[in-house]
């Protein structure tokens, strides 16, 4: 394919490129040393979470301020997700989550909760928790896990990418999980392709990585399965117009679209309106929108255009 034949070419010029001092600095304070720490990850989010709070970032947005600064930091003032301040995984540590009621577990399954999602967010995780149960399943959340490694592989990293897909292996394969849930479409794509990062181990190590990948799949698979055990919640009954803009990870790594769109509109009250090319890109890709703001705003205007 060619996502693998173009990481593994990055992967290659990364060993034998000359890279300039700030790029060397970028590399191992983000990709080396921040991702791949919790620690480091929470007390992070707690700074940014101050600096949020102190309004700094709508200043810099909103004032003339923006037109004194460079543009690809004002960029990322309006990108800084909601910071918790802690680490989701360390709060549910290891904690088994029965399912909702009294009815026999169907399965149990391991919550990612990756890196900079871990501890931002926090909602998202929260709901993803809270829905799984409701839809009897036992949940339990590593403590142990870590990045999935999908940003260092972008960037050539894959010496990091293979020590972080060890740990994921680590973390969730002596559990005996039945399945593991992701809910970013990115960290989901990379785990569902580990194996493709030890091409000269053995096959049964192959095998054990290929294992793994085919636990994986994403909240919205998963749950749109689910249709019984959703119609026996308590939902909104106020009627909603919405649409539903597939992720490009999920859609085009992934492969899935349809079921998404089914869930969705097999809510009562909620009418599914089609949305035009919505498998454009928003222009994130990762962190592209960070590194080539004006590219990635021109692709995004698209899809503004197109809602």
């Not at 191992?28 to 929470?42: D, E, H, I, V």
Request: some cysteine.
């Amino acid at each position: 394919p060619y996502g693998e034949l173009l990481e593994k070419t990055r992967g290659i010029l990364m060993d034998h490129r000359k890279q300039s001092f700030k790029e060397r600095l970028a590399r191992a304070f983000l990709l080396k040393g921040l991702l791949r720490s919790t620690s480091a990850l929470a007390t992070a989010s707690q700074l940014l979470r101050l600096y949020t709070w102190t309004g700094i970032p709508k200043l810099i947005t909103g004032s003339f301020i923006s037109r004194l600064l460079p543009r690809k930091f004002v960029f990322s003032q309006h990108l800084l997700p909601n910071f918790s301040g802690k680490s989701f995984k360390k709060s549910h540590a290891d904690v088994l989550h029965t399912p909702t009621g009294t009815e026999t577990p169907k399965e149990r399954v391991g919550l990612f909760s990756g890196c900079i999602l871990d501890v931002s967010e926090a909602e998202i995780h929260e709901a993803s928790l809270t829905l799984l149960r409701a839809a009897r399943y036992e949940v339990v959340v590593p403590g142990d896990q870590g990045c999935c490694g999908a940003l260092h592989v972008h960037n050539g990293e894959r010496n990091t990418a293979r020590e972080l897909a060890e740990k994921h292996r680590n973390a969730f394969e002596p559990r005996k999980l039945d399945r593991i849930v992701t809910n970013a479409a990115g960290c989901g794509a990379q785990l569902k392709e580990l194996h493709h990062l030890f091409p000269e181990a053995p096959e049964n190590e192959i095998g054990r990585w290929k294992e793994l990948e085919n636990k994986t799949i994403d909240l919205l698979e998963l749950i749109a399965s689910e249709t019984k055990v959703l119609d026996q919640l308590n939902w909104s009954s106020e009627p909603v117009t919405v649409i539903y803009d597939a992720p490009c990870h999920l859609m085009h790594a992934q492969g899935v679209d349809a079921n998404p769109r089914r869930l969705i509109g097999s809510r009562s009250g909620v009418k599914l309106v089609p949305l035009p090319e919505s498998h454009w890109c928003c222009g994130s890709a990762g962190i592209y929108n960070l590194v080539q703001p004006e590219l990635a705003g021109s692709v995004l205007q698209r899809k503004i255009d197109s809602i």
